[in-house]
């Protein structure tokens, strides 16, 4: 972690908790925090999201886990970026793996949503990262310049400011296993260095590019201590707020040591 950088910790809830879990879950975290050094939002499911808004405290951001890429209108099912303004959402992922490969999203789709959260004032953190196949065969580094130069098409160097980036391989998502310390690094430094090209060294060098797929306590701090790991996006771990916490407690414990 670079200290110049606020790290950022999200936990993503997928499609996971009743609203008496969810509730539960917020006033759990709320309860543990301390204050500063960190960005943290929660990504609770959209039923759940103006309950848990009443709910939140402690400085945790409201994020929503998807968005529609239009205004209102007849898009049955969907849901506007004046709706999650209207719930206090600050933050929409865009580009999740299970949306681009479970759902189907292009890279075209998640351009237009992440165009979209920006334009609405809003927080993007754009998900990138690679299948296990194009791992193996080398192609990290390529998937990941394909989504991120389609992701940010037409997005300008203001509105960077707005985005985080997280990486987070798709072999990697759920399944207990993660990336070392030294591949999420040299992914995130090559990342960086994309941005450095595409914007400047400046929008580059303050971009942060946090890590997902299978963080935890126990393996939070390692990944968190490299230069280029911002803090992270979690799922699994995430549900239970002591674990949750602890990942939040090693993004604070990267700034110090
Ligand atoms: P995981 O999910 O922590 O359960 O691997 C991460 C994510 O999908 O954002």
């Known amino acids: 972690m670079n200290t110049q950088r606020t ?11 009743n609203a008496q879990e969810g509730f539960a879950l917020i006033d759990a975290i709320g309860g543990l925090m301390q204050d500063g050094g960190v960005d943290v939002a929660v990504f609770p499911p959209f039923p759940y999201l103006m309950g848990i808004g009443e709910r939140i405290k402690g400085g945790i951001l409201l994020g929503a886990q998807d968005i529609w890429h239009n205004g209102n209108g ?19 992922l865009t580009g999740h793996s299970e949306r681009r490969h479970v759902i189907g999203e292009s890279d075209e789709l998640v351009n237009l949503k992440t165009k979209r959260v920006l334009e609405s004032g809003l927080t993007a953190v754009l998900c990138i990262g690679e299948l296990l196949e194009e791992r193996e065969a080398g192609e990290t580094d390529a998937v990941n310049e394909r989504q ?3 992701g940010l098409a037409g997005i300008s160097e203001e509105q960077l400011g707005k985005v985080v980036l997280a990486y987070e391989p ?5 399944t207990g296993k993660t990336a070392t310390p030294e591949d999420a690094q040299n992914a995130h430094a090559a990342i960086r260095a994309l941005i450095c090209g595409m914007y400047s060294p400046a929008a580059g060098g303050a971009m942060r590019i946090i890590y997902g797929g299978s963080m935890k306590p126990s393996n939070a701090g390692e990944l968190m201590a490299m230069t280029d ?3 992270g996006l979690i799922g699994g771990a995430s549900l239970k707020a002591d ?12 700034l110090v040591g």
């Open 7 to 17: 790290p950022f910790v999200g936990s993503n809830w997928k499609m996971n908790t």
């Open 148 to 150: 991120i130069r389609a």
């Open 74 to 92: 007849a898009f049955t099912g969907e849901v506007s970026a004046e709706m999650l303004n209207d719930c206090g959402v600050n933050t929409v």
């Open 170 to 174: 798709v072999w990697a998502i759920g």
């Open 229 to 231: 790991v911002d803090g």
């Open 243 to 254: 674990d949750f916490y602890g990942i939040i407690e090693a993004a604070r414990g990267s």
